[in-house]
C-alpha cells in the first residue's frame, strides 16, 4: 500500500479516537474496555505509521 494511503488511514484512525472520545466525555458515556482497548491500538497503528513516515524523511524536510 502506498505511503500516501497508509497516512490517510493513520488520520482517520486518530480522528475515529478522538471524536469517540470527545462524545464519551461530552455526554458522560462510560467507554468500555473493548471500546478502549480498540482505540489503543488505532492509536497505536496511527503512530506508528507517523513514526516511519518521520524516519525516512530527508533531513532537510525536518528542519523546515
Given amino acids: 500500500m502506498p505511503l500516501d494511503r497508509h497516512l490517510q488511514f493513520a488520520q482517520l484512525w ?3 479516537v478522538r471524536d469517540n472520545l470527545a462524545t464519551a466525555a461530552a455526554t ?3 467507554v468500555p ?3 478502549l482497548n480498540i482505540m ?3 492509536i497505536a497503528a ?3 505509521v507517523f513514526s516511519e513516515l518521520a524516519e525516512h524523511r530527508p533531513h532537510w ?3 523546515g
Fill in 61 to 63: 524536510e525536518q528542519a
Fill in 40 to 42: 489503543s491500538g488505532k
Fill in 46 to 48: 496511527g503512530l506508528r
Fill in 33 to 35: 474496555p473493548e471500546q
Fill in 14 to 16: 486518530l480522528e475515529q
Fill in 28 to 30: 458522560g458515556t462510560p
